[in-house]
């Protein structure tokens, strides 16, 4: 697991070759596996591989999601807000479990924010709850976009690790 998020960058850059069926069931898998508060698992997950739809997508906020039409696939994250109280969180985990589990299958993911952005024509989640035909009642979280990589970041280093958060005891006290 460490050496995965040592590895992990987020990539926008994608190759054209689409991601085998195995691989999305995998991806499936770990999104439904994803822990929730009180198990009430208040997410569902759209698959977009539509060339037409990501480009509508990559129009969802005025910044960050242009790379979302280069790449071959995505999974929006829906949560219900009547189910769960603290849909944020569980939809947020499903994400970032989504991510990781890319990692391990040799793809690489960037999250685009949903909740709380806009575009030029207001918010993001109303553009793509239109774009989707989701229920005004289902908030989106996020669009994780999933492909293989077109790009080589540098991985984390050791000196790039912020150890003046972490305290020991108390808040401020430093761990030794
Ligand atoms: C909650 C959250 C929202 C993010 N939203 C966006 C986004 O809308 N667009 C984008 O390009 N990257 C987005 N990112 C990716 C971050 O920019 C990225 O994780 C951060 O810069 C660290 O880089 P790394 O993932 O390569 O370690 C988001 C990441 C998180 C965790």
Known sequence: MIELLINRRSVRSFKETPIERKKV???IKAALLSPSSKNKRP???IIVDDKKML?????????GST???????AFVVVADSEVSDVWVEDAS???ITLQYTAETLN?????VQIRNRTNEKGASEQYVQQLLNIPKNKQVESIIA?????EKKKTYSEDQLLYEKIYKGRYGERYR
Do not use: V
């Open 25 to 27: 069931e995998t991806l």
């Open 43 to 45: 997410w569902e997950f």
């Open 55 to 63: 480009e509508r997508l990559s129009k969802s906020k005025t910044n």
């Open 67 to 73: 790379f979302l039409k280069n790449a071959p696939m």
């Open 93 to 95: 985990i499903a994400s």
């Open 107 to 111: 793809l690489g993911s960037c999250w």
């Open 146 to 150: 999933i492909g293989y990589p077109d």
